[in-house]
């Protein structure tokens, strides 16, 4: 079955560092794969998708690029700030019906010091 | 704002007892998704609805049960309560069709305590 593996946390940095998450996946097909954040207290938010190969997704200065040759989708992020403090998610879903689940990592926490 | 709805937000009850969470999708989405997140099994598929039709099963105990109503909201049934199923349980929803995307928006979620 499909299956997600995210880097063990929690990851502390300082502010304006720069952050990659690392995340692999196992798939049968051509799965989506999306990273979702979670802020204290609030659901789940998409922070950013790709739906193909070499398809790189972007949102508020994060981003990841869909590596198939590598199963892996990455995040990074230039300069973060005390704001993206958060629970980050990556997941992955086939296209539709039965397959259209959403599998997650088990996330990390990240926490930005001032 | 995703546009998903979940009430109640906090539900405190005792074992054995059974309790009913109720989601609204976002205007015009047809499917809806449920899932359980806690410490130990992190973020856990439990049931898809598309339509009013169950669509697909994940690791949802027989306790459990849920249902899509013609106004596309949707219900999940926890009876038997016991300790462990004490968890925070999102909805989520997504557009019909190709056309629709294929990414999943989420609601509040509900936290469920069982004493």
């Known amino acids: 079955g499909n299956s997600v593996t995210q880097m063990e946390g929690p990851v502390t940095l300082s502010e304006e560092a720069f ?17 979702y954040v979670q802020y204290p207290g609030e659901g789940l938010q998409l ?29 990074e992020k230039g300069s973060v700030q005390v704001s993206d403090s958060a629970v980050y998610f990556c997941a992955l879903s086939g296209l539709a019906g039965a397959n259209s689940k959403l599998t997650f990592g088990k996330g990390i926490t990240l926490s930005v010091r001032p | 704002d995703s546009g998903v709805t979940q009430t109640p937000k906090h539900l405190i009850t005792a074992t054995g007892q059974r309790v009913t969470l109720r ?26 609805y598309y339509n009013g039709e169950e669509r697909a099963k994940g690791n949802i105990l027989e306790r459990f049960s849920a249902q899509q109503f013609p106004d596309l909201h949707s219900e ?11 968890a925070l349980y999102f909805c989520a929803s997504r557009g019909g069709g190709l056309a629709g995307g294929n990414e999943q928006f989420f609601g509040p979620g509900t936290r469920l305590t069982v004493l």
Do not use: M
């Open chain 1, 19 to 35: 952050l990659t998450i690392n995340c692999t996946y196992t798939a049968t097909g051509y799965p989506s794969l999306f990273w």
């Open chain 1, 47 to 75: 922070l950013l998708k790709a739906t193909k190969a070499d398809d790189k997704g972007s949102n508020k200065g994060f981003e990841a690029t869909y590596r198939k040759e590598t199963t892996s989708f990455h995040l």
């Open chain 2, 23 to 48: 989601c609204s999708p976002r205007s015009g989405d047809l499917s809806v998704y449920w899932y359980q997140q806690s410490l130990d099994q992190g973020l856990q598929f439990l049931i898809q």
């Open chain 2, 76 to 86: 999940l049934n926890l009876s038997s309560l016991e300790l462990g199923d004490s």
